[in-house]
């Protein structure tokens, strides 16, 4: 199950990206830049899916997820969401600008490099880039927290809604040791 979830949230990084090249075809499409074919219909199809199983995958790991909840109380943060999005926005304009879906080879191509890229994001628990996240209004950051109950200090890398505030208590939801969402503040 969590591998199914770690493929969803990769997905969900990638929406925005699938809504662009979804729109792009269809104007072209509209405009007669292309005719409504076989390879066209199929682009367009797997980028609907794609969209609605990003959207999905990533309701599914930020509201329902049974995922260790944590009390913790937040003892320094920073935020850090400005340092990752610009490395998907090149890859944004690499698919979005300048692959041809419209050909065979680069359809393909668009398909061998959106797996490569979620081998990587995967292997390397990447779920913290995520740019359909920021545009929702999230905003990412390295904390240091202790853990209600055991004391316990640690580090990771979350998601919140809004600003966090230092010594505030807050119930985490952590996908793995190094990555987590802030489900509401305690106070």
Do not use: W
Request: hydrophobic share 50%; glycine share 4%; with cysteine.
């Amino acid at each position: 199950m969590n591998k199914i979830k770690d493929l969803l949230l990769y997905l969900s990084a990638f929406v925005p990206m699938y809504v662009l090249i979804a729109l792009r075809l269809i104007i072209d499409i509209f405009n007669n830049n292309l005719s409504f074919n076989v390879l066209n219909t199929v682009n367009l199809i797997t980028l609907v899916l794609l969209i609605i199983l990003g959207v999905c995958g990533l309701i599914f790991n930020v509201y329902h997820s049974k995922d260790i909840e944590r009390e913790v109380i937040i003892t320094q943060k920073q935020n850090i969401t400005d340092r990752h999005f610009l490395g998907y926005f090149s890859l944004f304009v690499l698919f979005a600008l300048q692959l041809e879906l419209s050909y065979v080879s680069d359809y393909f191509l668009f398909i061998l490099i959106s797996v490569f890229i979620g081998i990587v994001y995967i292997k390397n628990s990447l779920y913290y880039i995520n740019p359909l996240l920021n545009i929702l209004g999230y905003n990412f950051y390295d904390i240091v927290y202790i853990e209600q109950g055991s004391g316990k200090q640690a580090e990771c890398k979350i998601f919140y809604r809004g600003e966090l505030k230092i010594n505030q208590t807050y119930l985490v939801k952590f996908k793995n040791d190094n990555f987590a969402f802030v489900d509401k503040n305690r106070e």
